[in-house]
Structures are given as structure tokens and as C-alpha cells.
Nanobody, 112 residues
Framework: EVQLVESGGGWVQPGGSLRLSCEGS????????MTWARQAPGKELEFLSG???????YYLESVRGRFTISRDNAKNAVYLEMNRLKPEDTAVYYC??????RGRGTQVTVSS
């Protein structure tokens, strides 16, 4: 079974940091395009960051410079380091392989 499981969400004050993790199973992780997406209440899903097939990365403009994606193929894991968090970053964060599978998400809440 192809599966993605996120962890690392929680509550943090504005300006704080969190590190999200996503572990995959049931597929060849090293060959996969891995992305992070989020959905805030009442808003559409937006893709934040990801690895392309050539190994390069992309970032949504609103998180560029604050978020960093990384991966460890030996652990079948992808990470999202989030710094200088803002209240508008509050959302459910998903690990996603486009057109294949999406995890169940982890809640991130940024508030004072």
C-alpha cells in the first residue's frame, strides 16, 4: 500500500519554528516527486514546496526564504523546516505525491 504519514505539527507563537516530517512507504521513494501542500480553513489547497524530477526545488512565493524542504531517501522521508512562522501559516499541512497519494495531514497553528 502506498502511504505517506506526516508528523511534527503543533502550536507555535508567531516568529517561531516547526519541522514537519513525512515518511513514505509502498513505493520507490527516491524516484518520486515529493511536495508539501497546505489548506487553511475556508481556503483552497496550495502547494508550498517540492522536489522536481531533476532534484531541484521550488517554493511558493509566500514561504520562500522562510521554509526549507529536504529529503533523506535512505529513510524514505521528506521534511519541511518552517521558520519565522506567521498566523497566516495556520493550516493543515500535507505531504503529497502528485496524482498518486496524499497523507492525512498535520495541523499547524500559529498564534499568540
Amino acid at each position: 500500500e502506498v502511504q505517506l504519514v506526516e508528523s511534527g505539527g503543533g502550536w507555535v507563537q508567531p516568529g517561531g519554528s516547526l519541522r514537519l516530517s513525512c515518511e513514505g512507504s509502498g513505493f520507490t521513494f527516491s524516484n518520486s516527486i515529493m511536495t508539501w501542500a497546505r489548506q487553511a480553513p475556508g481556503k483552497e489547497l496550495e502547494f508550498l514546496s517540492g522536489f522536481l524530477r531533476d532534484g531541484s526545488t521550488y517554493y511558493l512565493e509566500s514561504v520562500r526564504g522562510r521554509f526549507t524542504i529536504s529529503r533523506d531517501n535512505a529513510k524514505n522521508a521528506v521534511y519541511l523546516e518552517m521558520n519565522r512562522l506567521k498566523p497566516e501559516d495556520t493550516a493543515v499541512y500535507y505531504c503529497d505525491i502528485p496524482q498518486l497519494v496524499r497523507g492525512r495531514g498535520t495541523q499547524v497553528t500559529v498564534s499568540s
